[in-house]
């Protein structure tokens, strides 16, 4: 059975930086995408950044050149460094995974299993 937690989620001012961690069981690297999305009040879900067997990545335009998304693989562990944050990066932050059959979608990331999410804040 899948199981991913995240956290490190938290309030900073806009320009400053988090980093979010995801713990992951029954996920094996080479067979699942995993990811982040977000959700924000009134907005639609939003993947962010992806990992896709062995290692690609993709990220949502939003993010790119600010989020980096990379993986611990001894700690099997999932992480989302986020620099330069913005008001609008604010919401919930989940992470997922899910089997890998060729391609991964960023917009299918939450369709994955996921965690309880955490929240990020960032203030003007």
């Known amino acids: 059975q899948v199981q991913v937690a995240e956290s490190g989620g938290g309030s900073v001012q806009a320009g400053g930086s988090l980093r979010l961690s995801c713990s992951g069981s029954?996920?094996?690297?080479?067979?699942?995408?995993m990811g982040w999305f977000r959700q924000s009040p009134g907005k639609e879900r939003e993947g962010v950044a992806l990992l896709e067997p062995p290692d690609i990545t993709r990220y949502a335009d939003s993010v790119k050149g600010r989020f980096t998304i990379s993986r611990d693989n001894a700690k099997n562990i999932l992480y989302l460094q986020m620099n330069d944050l913005k008001p609008e990066d604010s919401g919930m932050y989940y992470c997922?995974?899910?089997?890998?059959?060729?391609?991964?979608?960023?917009?299918?990331?939450?369709?994955?299993?996921r965690g309880q999410g955490t929240q990020v804040t960032v203030s003007s």
């Open positions: 997922s995974a899910q089997r890998a059959t060729g391609y991964c979608y960023l917009h299918a990331l939450q369709l994955g299993a």
């Open positions: 029954g996920v094996t690297r080479s067979d699942y995408c």
